[in-house]
C-alpha cells in the first residue's frame, strides 16, 4: 500500500461511508486519515466506524490515523412554529431569549452569552452568511436587527457574530463527553472546534491527560490574530475554511492560508486543509475545474493534508472523490514547479542537534543516489524533523510504537512501519533495510540513510546519521529485529 505522493489524504467517514466494503475501498484508493465527525451520529455508530477502521488496519498490516472531530460550541437559533420564515430585505427581525417557537418577527437565541457582548451596528449572519442582519439595539434579553440580505431561516439554523467575542468555553458539556468517548476509544487526533485562544488548546489538553494529539480547527478571526500562541500549545493545525469564510471577507482566506501553511512547516507541526475542496462531487462523479486548482494550491504550499468532508461522507461519489484527490496529489507532485516551490519555501532556522541531523539527511538524500530516508524514532519526533524538510526521496518512520506510528499517518511523506524494539544502532538499521526492500522503497543494489537516538526508547535525541547499503548480508543477518 505504497502511495506515490507525499501529502496526505483525510476523508470524512458518515452516511455514505459507514460499512466495511466502503471504508476499505477509501483506504485502498488513497485515505490515509480517517475522520469521525462527532456533530453527527451516535457514540455506538462512532465506535462502529472505529472498529471498523481497525479491522481493515489489522488486516493490511498498514497503521491508519483516526481523527475525532468535536463539535464545539455552534451558535444555532431555536425553532419555528412553522419550521421556517422567509426575511426579506429591510424587515426587522429579533433574537431573544424567550423558548417559544419564532415567527416571522422573531427568533429565541438560546446562547446568552452573546446578549452580554454583542453591541450595535454589528453584523449577526445565519446559514453560513446566506442571510445577514445587523444590529440596531441590543439589550441583554433581546437583539433588535435590521435584515440587509434576506432568505429563508428555518430551525436550528446556524449563526456566526464575526464582529465579536463571546466568552464561551471552546468545550461544551457535550464536547466534554465526547472527548472522553473519544479518548477511550482510542482515537489518534482531536480536533476542536471555533478555538479562540491557546487557553482553550489546553483545557483540551488537561481532560485528555495525554492520551491523543490535539489539533486546532482555525475558523475563527480571533484564532487568526491569536494563531502564533495557538499553534505553540497544539500539536497540530487544521485550516477549516468553511466557518472562517463566513466570519471573514472571502478574499482573506487564500492569504490566510498560505501564511498559516507555512507557520506550520516552520515549526514541524502538520496541517490539513479542510472544507468544501471537491464539493462538487457530493453530486457529481467530476469536480469543477476550480476545485483541483483549490486541492493543487495546498499541495503547491506544502500542507501536510487536503481534507474531504460531505464529498466522503454524505456525497454520491465518495470513493470517487478520494481517488480524483488522490491522483490530482500525484500529478502536482510530480511537476518540477512544486519541487522549486517547497524548497523555496524551506525555513532555515535550525537550532538543535536533531534539526541538524535532519537537515543532513535532506541533503545527503540530495546529492546521492539514496532512495529513502528511515527515521527510527519512539515519540515522533525524528520522522517529523524528516518531514518538515519535505526530502525529494520517501520517509519510513519506523517505530516500536502503535500509536506513534498511527499519528505519523497524517505527517506528509511519513510511511509508517511498526517494528520491533531495538536497543542498538545496528539492529536500527537492519531493521530499515529490510523495511526499505518488503514495501519496496529500495531494492538490493540500493543505499538508504537512517537517523536514529541513541540511547534508543529515549525521546528527542536524534543524534546519529548512517548511510547504509541494501544488500543480502545484511537483509538477512542474525541479527533480531
Known amino acids: 500500500m505504497r502511495r506515490l505522493r507525499n501529502v496526505k489524504i483525510v476523508a470524512t467517514l458518515g452516511p455514505s461511508s459507514d460499512d466495511y466494503n466502503t471504508i476499505k475501498a477509501l483506504f485502498e484508493n488513497g485515505a490515509d486519515v480517517f475522520r469521525l465527525n462527532m456533530s453527527h451520529g451516535t457514540h455506538q455508530e462512532i465506535k462502529h466506524k472505529h472498529d471498523i477502521i481497525r479491522r481493515i488496519e489489522k488486516e493490511l498490516d498498514r497503521p491508519i490515523a483516526i481523527l475525532a472531530d468535536l463539535q464545539g460550541p455552534k451558535l444555532r437559533c431555536g425553532v419555528f412554529k412553522n419550521g421556517d420564515v422567509v426575511l426579506a430585505k429591510n424587515d426587522t427581525f429579533i433574537f431573544d431569549l424567550i423558548k417559544d417557537p419564532g415567527d416571522e418577527y422573531r427568533v429565541c437565541l438560546p446562547h446568552k452569552e452573546i446578549f452580554n457582548v454583542i ?29 440587509e440580505v434576506g432568505g429563508k431561516i428555518s430551525d436550528r439554523k446556524g449563526i456566526n457574530v464575526p464582529e465579536t467575542i463571546i466568552p464561551m468555553a471552546a ?44 489539533l486546532s480547527k482555525i475558523e475563527k478571526p480571533s484564532a487568526v490574530k491569536d494563531f ?27 492569504p490566510i492560508q498560505k501564511k498559516l501553511v507555512l507557520a506550520c512547516r516552520h515549526v514541524a507541526k502538520p496541517v490539513i486543509v479542510a472544507t468544501q475542496m471537491l464539493d462538487s462531487m457530493v453530486e457529481s462523479p467530476m469536480p469543477t475545474r476550480a476545485e ?44 518540477p514547479m512544486y519541487r522549486e516551490l517547497i524548497d523555496s519555501t524551506r525555513s532555515g532556522q535550525r537550532k538543535t542537534v536533531a534539526d541538524a541531523i535532519t537537515v543532513a539527511a535532506r541533503e545527503i538524500a540530495e546529492t546521492t543516489e539514496v532512495t529513502a530516508i528511515c527515521c527510527f524514532t519512539q515519540s515522533g519526533t525524528t520522522a517529523t524533523l524528516v518531514s518538515r524538510e519535505r526530502p ?40 530499515a533495510a529490510r523495511a526499505a526492500k518488503k514495501y519496496h522503497f529500495a ?39
Open 171 to 214: 468545550l461544551s458539556k457535550k464536547d466534554k463527553v465526547d472527548l472522553e468517548f473519544a479518548c477511550n476509544l482510542g482515537v489518534d487526533w482531536l480536533a476542536l472546534s471555533f478555538v479562540q485562544r491557546a487557553e482553550d488548546v489546553n483545557e483540551a489538553r488537561k481532560l485528555t491527560k495525554n492520551r491523543t494529539s490535539i
Open 292 to 335: 483541483v486548482s483549490d486541492v493543487a494550491t495546498a499541495i503547491y504550499e506544502g500542507a501536510d493534508a487536503v481534507m474531504l468532508s460531505a464529498e466522503s461522507a454524505a456525497g454520491n461519489y465518495p470513493i470517487e472523490a478520494v481517488r480524483t484527490m488522490n491522483n490530482v496529489a500525484i500529478e502536482i507532485e510530480n511537476d
Open 392 to 431: 525529494r526521496v520517501p520517509i519510513i518512520a519506523l517505530t516500536p510504537l502503535v500509536k506513534t506510528a498511527r499519528q505519523l499517518c497524517l505527517h506528509w511523506g511519513a510511511h509508517c512501519v511498526i517494528t520491533g524494539h531495538v536497543d542498538r544502532f545496528k539492529m536500527a538499521v537492519i531493521s
Open 443 to 481: 531494492t538490493l543494489d540500493k543505499q538508504i540513510i537512517v537517523t536514529a537516538g541513541v540511547p534508543f526508547n529515549k525521546p528527542g535525541t536524534t543524534n546519529i546519521i548512517r548511510v547504509s547499503p541494501v544488500d543480502e548480508k545484511l537483509i538477512f543477518s542474525g541479527e533480531q529485529e
Open 119 to 147: 453591541r450595535k451596528n454589528e453584523s449577526i449572519l445565519v446559514d453560513d452568511g446566506k442571510i445577514r442582519l445587523r444590529t440596531i439595539s441590543v439589550t441583554q434579553k433581546q437583539i433588535k436587527c435590521l435584515v
Open 228 to 254: 502564533n500562541s495557538i499553534l505553540q500549545a497544539s500539536d497540530g493545525i487544521m485550516i477549516a475554511r468553511g466557518d472562517l469564510g463566513v466570519e471573514m471577507p472571502v478574499q482573506a482566506i487564500p
